[in-house]
């Protein structure tokens, strides 16, 4: 069973269908503190006990990278178009000996220019070398090449092995902060788009949010208790 707070999604899965707006609602909600992709292509690993919701939305990679919720993706077979879109959205990437990252040949049409899925997330983990060849004559990076370029995470034995390691990792990140860990992600998010010296100063005022929460005061207290700390959900409609 997953731990509480633990939110799993299965695109295009039998499940339940969810609009953009319900999503991102769910994603906002203070009692989800880590979302689960898994059987985004081929073989659906087992369904999570925690709640599973199922969609195939285009605009899905943007609402994850919006939420600041921790993202968890399970790979397990080679990934094109909205899959690549979908699993490079998450911050942790788990594959199986199965998985990869495709990309289709671009091409002029009647339409105008087309490249399928947008580059512009592949050419934030990849030299943008590499990934104009990728678009250009198409390409495929299979597991183990993967891996090494930080496309992948962990790689696991088995779609079994990936979900186990994914639920170990998602249930050590519902223990944290929840504070911490979104004020965190908004200062990597933001600060890669900013100058330097504004990206520090975006640092340190999350920073001092972050000491000044209940949070904070919880983990402090619980060290000198000797005990694990226990967090309250985020309450974003707080301020």
Do not use: Y
Not at 3 to 29: F, I, K, Q
Not at 100 to 105: E, I, K, T, W
């Amino acid at each position: 069973m997953d731990a509480p707070g633990v939110l799993h999604l299965t695109p295009g899965g039998p499940a339940e269908s969810l609009s953009a707006g319900e999503l991102a609602r769910r994603l906002a909600d203070p009692a989800v503190r880590v979302l689960i992709i898994s059987g985004i292509a081929g073989e659906a690993v087992p369904p999570s006990t925690a709640g599973e919701v199922s969609l195939a939305l285009p605009g899905l990679p943007d609402i994850i990278e919006e939420s600041g919720c921790p993202v968890i993706a399970v790979i397990d077979r080679p990934l094109d178009g909205f899959g690549t879109e979908l699993a490079l959205a998450a911050h942790w990437r788990i594959g199986t000996p199965a998985a990869g990252f495709r990309r289709s040949v671009a091409s002029f049409s009647t339409s105008g220019f087309h490249s399928g899925p947008r580059s512009t997330r592949l050419a934030r983990l990849l030299p943008p070398d590499r990934v104009l060849e990728m678009v250009l004559c198409g390409g495929e990076l299979a597991a183990p090449a993967a891996l090494d370029a930080g496309l992948l995470q962990h790689l696991a034995a088995s779609p079994l092995a990936a979900f186990a390691l994914a639920r170990s990792l998602a249930a050590r990140l519902a223990a944290l902060s929840p504070v911490a860990i979104r004020l965190g992600g908004a200062a990597l998010r933001q600060g890669l788009h900013l100058p330097l010296a504004a990206a520090l100063a975006l640092e340190t005022l999350l920073f001092v949010q972050a000491i000044q929460s209940p949070d904070a005061r919880e983990g402090i207290q619980a060290f000198f208790e000797k005990r694990s700390p226990s967090f309250n959900p985020v309450d974003d409609s707080s301020g």
